[in-house]
């Protein structure tokens, strides 16, 4: 009962203005109320607010990023949908949302603050109205409101993230490493909430005509649908074929071989005749922002992983037949990955970049560089993607800090992946 | 081919009524609404839930019962030979109808009306038994998800060769041209939710076959209700954990702020004299 007069003495708290730890609340100025025919949003709001207060998160650095979930509501920027199981009276509408609300008073406010996810609980009691009323509902976030824009941005331009971090600090890496048996290297990444699997399959195949003493090394990414609805079926496809064509510039050079981050020549069994194909296969599997530059990891984890068999070759009689070559079942030559390079995407939000954005960051960016960079501090590769354009003078400022960030990635990642093979070993 | 050895073990050195190892980790993929990754030895799948959400296509929405969708993909590492197949093939179509017309069957759908709720089984080993896997791992996830279920289905596999009946065959013996019989149950209602079989068999043989599947999909049942009841206690401890560290934090804030009170009295008080 305590519960519901404090949503009541919300409600009055509503219609005037709100102040939350003394801040006006923003977006309720000019009179964007949550409309009055729509008892139920006007009343998760209030229930949201007790929330807040209930669990202290206003004391929190997330704090406007919370209120922004209750303008969001109010402004419509999460779409609300009730679905009741036995009638659509006022009534139970308004008892559903009270209920989920008071679900929400339990779990706590994290699982709403949860960007592009649809935001559900199940019904099951409702203590301040009469009888069982049981039904579903759904929050979906439509987008970032007005007011989450700024903070991201102004939390961006103090240098001080919406999850903590710096501008240039990368979220935890893990790595495991050989995760899929078939392959003959594989590793899986995660980076916050982002996580991918790369395999390298070596197959025997012929060098090409214009690059006789090099082998030959593909590059296909997938997004599962497994990462986000929007993926289904073909819907993955686009982001797929941009990720494979960024991974191959980082990573391939040129047409011909020639300055890529992985070294092709030691791919080469007979000049001209004979090399190992290597097919590199990356799969998104859940996504939360700055996938290349898990997939560069995840590629080079993999990579360090593969053991290619070693080949003996039968001397051919004439320079015309295709050598007989023996492939060992139990040698394995381990893969040079000193040279391969790491990427690092700097995100360009307001004036300022940064690295390993999270998709709520990366909604609001202008353009991002990703830049790979390998052991001695050379460039491997550069892509730039997004609308807006970019001063020459600040992609050369943004290559020297990827530069630098480079050596602390690459250091990170290159512990990671050797506990990883020691773990691996181990079991 | 010899299938069973004459002391009765099999090519990776199963007995033929033993399964392969079973592993199980919830919340896998950190966006979805549930999600799980389920292996059997070699074959490794990862299900992720979307929902119950709102229904994307108008068209497709039900008044009386959630919509259920569900979609099955190989990864191209997935098997042996890396192949890249055309997303929606014959194969990958078939086996996501079979894996929604399963969980269907065991989802209460009426709870839901007009909502839809989105299965993704992704492949990432294939080494026979995939079909039983996706169907384990999207049980997990739907459990994970809190989707109400009537009960856990559970899928294994079993087959004949060699005048021996198998229990969760891996790839070499399913390739093998004799029958594969894959059965879905749903164990505490006993009631049989898959049944698929190919190649031909004897009827008495054919029930010996099938026995031995439903008891291994018992025994997957009692595995993954394992697993579950072992993730519902972290749940917990996380959650105990949680509302010491908030009465932590309120007790904190309330120093806090009486701590600011006296100052700003203090300060008042200087002000005034």
Same mark, same amino acid.
């Given at each position: 009962?305590?519960?519901?007069?404090?949503?009541?003495?919300?409600?009055?708290?509503?219609?005037?203005?709100?102040? @939350?730890?003394?801040?006006?609340?923003?977006? #309720?100025?000019?009179?964007?109320? !949550?409309?009055?025919?729509?008892?139920?949003?006007?009343?998760?709001?209030?229930?949201?607010?007790?929330?807040?207060?209930?669990?202290?998160?206003?004391?929190?650095?997330? &704090?406007?990023?919370?209120?922004?979930?209750?303008?969001?509501?109010?402004?419509?920027?999460?779409?609300?949908?009730?679905?009741?199981?036995?009638?659509?009276?006022?009534?139970?509408?308004?008892?559903?949302?009270?209920?989920?609300?008071?679900?929400?008073?339990?779990?706590?406010?994290?699982? @709403?603050?949860?960007?592009?996810?649809?935001?559900?609980?199940?019904? *099951?009691?409702?203590?301040?109205?009469?009888?069982?009323?049981?039904?579903? %509902?759904?929050?979906?976030?439509?987008?970032?409101?007005?007011?989450?824009?700024?903070?991201?941005?102004?939390?961006?331009?103090?240098?001080?993230?919406?999850?903590?971090?710096?501008?240039?600090?990368?979220?935890?890496? #893990?790595?495991?490493?050989?995760?899929?048996?078939?392959?003959?290297?594989?590793?899986?990444? $995660?980076?916050? +909430?982002?996580?991918?699997?790369?395999?390298? $399959?070596?197959?025997? =195949?012929? !060098?090409?005509?214009?690059?006789?003493? $090099? =082998?030959?090394?593909?590059?296909?990414?997938?997004?599962?649908?497994?990462?986000?609805?929007?993926?289904?079926?073909?819907?993955?496809?686009?982001?797929?074929?941009?990720?494979?064509?960024?991974?191959?510039?980082?990573?391939?050079?040129? $047409?011909?071989?020639?300055?890529?981050?992985?070294?092709?020549?030691?791919?080469?069994?007979?000049?001209?005749?004979?090399?190992?194909?290597?097919?590199?296969?990356?799969?998104? %599997?859940?996504?939360?922002?700055?996938?290349?530059?898990?997939?560069?990891?995840?590629?080079?984890?993999?990579?360090?992983?593969?053991?290619?068999?070693?080949?003996?070759?039968?001397?051919?009689?004439?320079?015309?037949?295709?050598?007989?070559?023996?492939?060992?079942?139990?040698?394995?030559?381990?893969?040079?990955?000193?040279?391969?390079?790491?990427?690092?995407?700097?995100?360009?939000?307001?004036?300022?970049?940064?690295?390993?954005?999270?998709?709520?960051?990366?909604?609001?960016? /202008? /353009?991002?560089?990703?830049? /790979?960079?390998?052991?001695?501090?050379?460039?491997?590769?550069?892509?730039?993607? =997004?609308?807006?354009?970019?001063?020459?003078?600040? %992609?050369?400022?943004? @290559?020297?800090?990827?530069?630098?960030?480079?050596?602390?990635?690459?250091?990170?990642?290159?512990?990671? @992946?050797?506990?990883?093979?020691?773990?691996?070993?181990?079991? | 081919?010899?299938?069973?050895?004459?002391?009765?073990?099999?090519?990776?050195?199963? *007995? !033929?009524?033993?399964?392969?190892?079973?592993?199980?980790?919830?919340?896998?993929? /950190?966006?979805?609404?549930?999600?799980?990754?389920?292996?059997?030895?070699?074959?490794?799948?990862?299900?992720?839930?979307? =929902?119950?959400?709102?229904?994307?296509? +108008?068209?497709?929405?039900?008044?009386?019962?959630?919509?259920?969708?569900?979609?099955?993909?190989?990864?191209?590492? &997935?098997?042996?030979?890396?192949? +890249?197949?055309?997303?929606?093939?014959?194969?990958?179509?078939?086996?996501?109808?079979?894996?929604?017309?399963?969980?269907?069957?065991?989802?209460?759908?009426?709870?839901?009306?007009?909502?839809?709720?989105?299965? #993704?089984?992704?492949?990432?080993?294939?080494?026979?038994?995939?079909? &039983?896997?996706? %169907?384990?791992?999207?049980?997990?996830?739907?459990?994970?998800?809190?989707?109400?279920?009537?009960?856990?289905?559970?899928?294994?596999?079993?087959?004949?060769?060699?005048?021996?009946?198998?229990?969760?065959?891996?790839?070499?013996?399913?390739?093998?041209?004799?029958?594969?019989?894959?059965?879905?149950?749903?164990?505490?209602?006993?009631?049989?939710?898959?049944?698929?079989?190919?190649?031909?068999?004897?009827?008495?043989?054919?029930?010996?076959?099938?026995?031995?599947?439903?008891?291994?999909?018992?025994?997957?049942?009692?595995?993954? +209700?394992?697993?579950?009841?072992?993730?519902?206690?972290?749940?917990?401890?996380?959650?105990?954990?949680?509302?010491?560290?908030?009465?932590?934090?309120?007790?904190?804030?309330?120093?806090?702020?009486?701590?600011?009170?006296?100052?700003?009295?203090?300060?008042?008080?200087?002000?005034?004299?």
């Amino acid at each position: 009962m305590e519960t519901f007069t404090r949503f009541l003495l919300l409600i009055c708290f509503c219609r005037h203005t709100i102040y @939350i730890n003394g801040i006006r609340f923003p977006s #309720f100025e000019g009179g964007t109320y !949550p409309p009055t025919d729509r008892p139920h949003l006007l009343l998760s709001v209030c229930l949201i607010l007790n929330t807040l207060r209930r669990t202290d998160y206003l004391r929190l650095r997330f &704090s406007p990023h919370i209120v922004d979930i209750v303008c969001a509501l109010a402004s419509g920027r999460w779409s609300l949908s009730v679905s009741p199981l036995s009638s659509h009276s006022q009534s139970s509408v308004v008892g559903c949302v009270g209920s989920v609300l008071l679900v929400v008073l339990e779990k706590g406010i994290d699982h @709403i603050a949860n960007p592009n996810s649809s935001f559900r609980l199940g019904v *099951r009691f409702c203590p301040f109205l009469t009888g069982d009323i049981s039904g579903y %509902i759904h929050y979906r976030m439509v987008g970032l409101s007005v007011g989450e824009k700024h903070f991201i941005q102004g939390g961006i331009a103090q240098d001080l993230r919406t999850d903590g971090r710096k501008r240039l600090t990368y979220r935890p890496i #893990f790595v495991e490493t050989g995760v899929i048996a078939q392959a003959n290297g594989s590793a899986r990444v $995660k980076m916050g +909430r982002t996580e991918v699997i790369a395999s390298v $399959k070596a197959e025997l =195949g012929r !060098p090409s005509s214009s690059a006789p003493d $090099k =082998g030959k090394v593909s590059i296909y990414i997938d997004c599962s649908p497994t990462a986000a609805p929007q993926f289904e079926g073909r819907g993955g496809e686009e982001l797929s074929m941009e990720l494979s064509a960024a991974l191959r510039q980082c990573l391939l050079g040129g $047409k011909s071989g020639a300055g890529a981050g992985i070294n092709l020549s030691s791919l080469s069994i007979v000049d001209g005749k004979v090399c190992w194909d290597l097919y590199i296969d990356g799969l998104v %599997i859940s996504m939360d922002g700055n996938v290349l530059d898990a997939l560069g990891a995840a590629i080079k984890a993999a990579l360090s992983n593969t053991g290619i068999p070693k080949v003996n070759v039968a001397s051919a009689a004439s320079s015309d037949e295709q050598p007989e070559v023996d492939v060992s079942d139990e040698e394995f030559l381990q893969f040079d990955t000193t040279a391969v390079p790491v990427i690092i995407t700097l995100t360009k939000i307001g004036r300022h970049y940064i690295v390993d954005a999270t998709s709520e960051e990366e909604s609001q960016m /202008s /353009s991002a560089v990703s830049v /790979s960079i390998n052991r001695q501090g050379l460039i491997c590769g550069l892509t730039k993607r =997004g609308g807006a354009g970019l001063d020459p003078s600040v %992609i050369l400022d943004m @290559i020297s800090v990827a530069k630098h960030v480079s050596e602390q990635l690459m250091d990170k990642l290159d512990s990671e @992946i050797a506990a990883a093979e020691a773990m691996e070993e181990e079991s | 081919m010899e299938y069973v050895s004459p002391e009765g073990l099999r090519l990776d050195g199963r *007995r !033929p009524m033993e399964m392969r190892q079973l592993r199980a980790e919830i919340g896998a993929v /950190s966006g979805a609404d549930g999600s799980a990754i389920f292996e059997m030895g070699n074959t490794k799948v990862i299900a992720a839930v979307y =929902g119950p959400r709102e229904v994307q296509h +108008r068209s497709q929405l039900n008044n009386d019962k959630a919509l259920i969708r569900c979609e099955y993909t190989m990864a191209n590492f &997935s098997t042996g030979d890396r192949t +890249r197949k055309p997303k929606g093939d014959r194969r990958s179509t078939e086996i996501s109808l079979v894996i929604r017309q399963t969980m269907e069957a065991c989802i209460l759908t009426h709870l839901m009306p007009r909502s839809q709720i989105d299965i #993704f089984v992704q492949v990432l080993q294939a080494d026979g038994g995939t079909r &039983s896997a996706c %169907i384990n791992a999207a049980t997990l996830a739907l459990a994970d998800a809190g989707i109400p279920m009537r009960d856990l289905v559970t899928s294994c596999s079993s087959g004949y060769l060699n005048s021996t009946p198998l229990l969760d065959l891996n790839y070499v013996e399913d390739s093998a041209g004799g029958p594969d019989v894959t059965v879905g149950i749903l164990p505490k209602l006993d009631k049989v939710t898959l049944l698929q079989m190919d190649a031909k068999l004897p009827m008495d043989i054919f029930e010996n076959v099938m026995q031995l599947a439903t008891e291994g999909c018992k025994a997957v049942a009692n595995y993954i +209700r394992e697993v579950l009841i072992q993730n519902t206690k972290q749940l917990e401890n996380r959650h105990a954990d949680q509302l010491s560290l908030s009465l932590f934090r309120k007790l904190l804030l309330y120093g806090f702020c009486s701590w600011r009170i006296i100052k700003f009295l203090e300060k008042d008080v200087e002000e005034e004299t």
